[in-house]
Antibody, heavy 121, light 112 residues
Framework: QIQLVQSGPELKKPGESVKISCKASGYTFTDYAMHWVKQAPGKGLKWMGWINTYTGKPTYADDFKGRFVFSLEASASTANLQISNLKNEDTATYFC??????????????WGQGVMVTVSS | DVVLTQTPVAQPVTLGDQASISCRSSQSLVHSNGNTYLEWYLQKPGQSPQLLIYKVSNRFSGVPDRFIGSGSGSDFTLKISRVEPEDLGVYYCFQATHDPRTFGGGTKLELK
């Protein structure tokens, strides 16, 4: 069955870096783009951007340019999100979600379980 | 950026009632290819969001037919007839027509 399994919770200090992963299974990894969504505690969903799993090209929403990097380990069907120079406001749950390229499959039909990243001194 | 405004912010309901959620966009969501990429997601407490509706009115596999999406242009509605306990949670609309993609602020469906 199709699954997106994300890595475990992280506790970091301000200024540190974190890398979280999203391992896909049950489908051809390169057939679907991977998107990232942030949810701060008690808040709504915020779209961060996406990575083309076929070409590796990332696209970032403006608020996530600079300290955020999307990457792939395509051989392992895994998408990664790295955040550097962590700030308190990065405390959030981060979801990965797959999205088809077009047509009927152009929607977030499967989501990871989310990774809680806590930034605290 | 496209702003999606959801109303109400909270919708108290009695089980078995109908609920209606509005999602209004700051600009038309009709893509140059003629499609309208407006989606609805439900996030139950402690869970990841789950897809309900895509391209305005298409129910995702397994979504009960009591969920009905409608609308056009910049004005969209999600109706839930005969609310059941498993329908409670926060509903988000999402647009994928324009970059950056954006979510609405959410509507919490809760018991009266």
């Amino acid at each position: 069955q199709i699954q997106l399994v994300q890595s475990g919770p992280e506790l970091k200090k301000p200024g540190e870096s974190v890398k979280i992963s999203c391992k896909a299974s049950g489908y051809t990894f390169t057939d679907y783009a991977m998107h990232w969504v942030k949810q701060a505690p008690g808040k709504g969903l915020k779209w961060m951007g996406w990575i083309n799993t076929y070409t590796g090209k990332p696209t970032y929403a403006d608020d996530f340019k600079g300290r955020f990097v999307f990457s792939l380990e395509a051989s392992a069907s895994t998408a990664n999100l790295q955040i550097s120079n962590l700030k308190n406001e990065d405390t959030a749950t981060y979801f990965c979600a797959r999205r088809g390229r077009n047509g009927t499959y152009y929607r977030f039909d499967y989501w990871g379980q989310g990774v809680m990243v806590t930034v605290s001194s | 950026d496209v702003v999606l405004t959801q109303t109400p912010v909270a919708q108290p309901v009695t089980l078995g009632d109908q609920a209606s959620i509005s999602c209004r966009s700051s600009q038309s969501l009709v893509h140059s290819n003629g499609n309208t990429y407006l989606e609805w997601y439900l996030q139950k407490p402690g869970q990841s969001p789950q897809l309900l509706i895509y391209k305005v009115s298409n129910r995702f596999s397994g979504v009960p037919d009591r969920f009905i999406g409608s609308g056009s242009g910049s004005d969209f509605t999600l109706k839930i007839s005969r609310v059941e306990p498993e329908d409670l949670g926060v509903y988000y609309c999402f647009q994928a027509t324009h970059d950056p993609r954006t979510f609405g602020g959410g509507t919490k469906l809760e018991l009266k």
